[in-house]
């Protein structure tokens, strides 16, 4: 390869590097799948987020079966 | 029926693949072709159509091998110089204020040669009273860059730093302990048979020559068996003497907030005898390995990747390495001559 193309490549790929660097990032202005949100989907994501949460929350004690109780019990 | 196919463009797209390199190998090797770093044979075996982040990583080594190899080539001590070229573009270390990335050329020592030069420099030292000494600090002066010097007298620092509270002998730390049979090592006894004038560097009443006088003893001495041991440490001194080149020692502090200097002798000098000084060493660098860490390098210097960057540090680098070659040398000369003595005087 001469040297003035390899120069001229090398350059157009950092070129490309830099550009890749600055280039801003698309806003992206609808959601996923192209639904749009609005208050009536907020409520519903609340009241499945504390339903979630209320099943962490009232964790059941298990008690333990009969043949891992030691004897003195 | 006549199958058609289709047609190819006449130039097809260059397949051009530099994961594994990043922004700093390409500017880099940019750089160095545009300043006939990298010869028109290394370029002509690359296709236009397909360049890899290897062809361009063997590109850069030959261009600095060519460049400074020849610099780094030493045949006793264990010093080596690298390339540092981060892949990742965030590396804070190798970033300039102006977030601009950074390469570096470093250097650092590997496991050092052991090497006896007594019967040497006291030919010298018998020459003329002071000589001797003088010679051995040129030593000296270029070995702090790696540490305390293993020398005779950076081993005669070292026991001031930890046996001797700062003295230059054991009799303080015997007095504080009250003890006449206190287990302190003694100097007498560390550094039998070594003459003071080669290990007690400070000692104002013993005869030492001034450097500048150093090189019309060299030439009147030029015939005699120390002749090229006076040369090659004359030359040593005169390129070590010039100042703000050399590759610069990292400032760094270690957990305790103190200084922290290279602990990589790339050399010990021993005086008559192989591991008369092991008790010293070990003890040193058992003191030092509890201090903290050590820097990466004994010296770096970094620069953008471009042709101001590479022409700004090249000197300092090859400046560098030609120290250290002489430092390489003297010290080959040295041990010649000690062996020499030797074997004809035993």
Not at chain 1, 53 to 67: C, D, F, G, L, M
Not at chain 2, 139 to 161: A, I, K, W
Not at chain 2, 241 to 251: K, M, N
Not at chain 2, 316 to 324: A, F, K, N
């Amino acid at each position: 390869m001469k040297r003035d193309a390899f120069e001229v490549m090398i350059e157009a790929v950092l070129s490309d590097m830099v550009k890749g660097q600055t280039k801003p990032s698309a806003k992206r202005s609808r959601g996923i799948g192209g639904l749009r949100y609005g208050p009536a989907e907020r409520d519903v994501a609340g009241v499945v987020r504390e339903l979630a949460q209320a099943h962490n929350r009232a964790k059941v004690i298990v008690a333990p079966s009969p043949e891992f109780v030691p004897p003195c019990f | 029926m006549l199958l058609t196919l289709p047609t190819f463009a006449p130039e097809v797209p260059a397949i051009i693949e530099f994961a594994p390199a990043g922004e700093r190998h390409l500017r880099l090797v940019l750089a160095m072709s545009q300043m006939g770093m990298i010869a028109d044979d290394d370029l002509a075996g690359l296709r236009r159509t397909r360049m890899s982040a290897s062809a361009i990583r063997v590109l850069i080594e030959k261009g600095w091998q060519r460049a400074v190899g020849s610099d780094y080539e030493f045949r006793l001590i264990s010093a080596y110089a690298r390339l540092i070229l981060p892949n990742t573009s965030g590396d804070e270390e190798f970033t300039s204020a102006d977030k601009e990335p950074l390469v570096g050329v470093a250097i650092n020592a590997d496991r050092p040669e052991w090497i006896v030069v007594g019967r040497a420099f006291e030919a010298i030292e018998n020459e003329c009273p002071g000589l001797g000494r003088t010679a051995l600090g040129f030593l000296d002066q270029v070995l702090v860059r790696f540490g305390c010097p293993h020398t005779p007298s950076g081993m005669m620092e070292m026991c001031q730093n930890i046996y001797w509270m700062g003295e230059d002998n054991e009799d303080l730390v015997i007095e504080e302990m009250g003890d006449e049979d206190a287990d302190v090592p003694r100097r007498d006894v560390l550094f039998d048979g070594v003459p003071e004038w080669a290990f007690n560097g400070y000692a104002p009443e013993l005869p030492r020559v001034e450097p500048d006088d150093f090189a019309a003893h060299a030439e009147r001495l030029a015939d005699r068996p120390v002749g090229r041991l006076l040369t090659a440490l004359l030359k040593l001194h005169q390129i070590n003497s010039i100042q703000g080149v050399f590759l610069d020692t990292p400032e760094e502090e270690n957990e305790y907030g103190e200084a922290s200097y290279p602990n990589e002798p790339p050399v010990v000098i021993e005086w008559d005898e192989e591991g008369q000084f092991n008790q010293i060493i070990d003890d040193h660098h058992r003191y030092e390995d509890e201090r903290g860490e050590y820097p990466p390098w004994v010296g770096c210097v970094m620069f953008r990747p471009d042709v101001a960057g590479i022409q700004e540090s090249l000197p300092r680098i090859r400046h560098t390495g030609q120290v250290l070659r002489a430092l390489d040398e003297a010290l080959i000369a040295a041990k010649e001559l000690h062996d020499e003595l030797r074997n004809t005087r035993p």
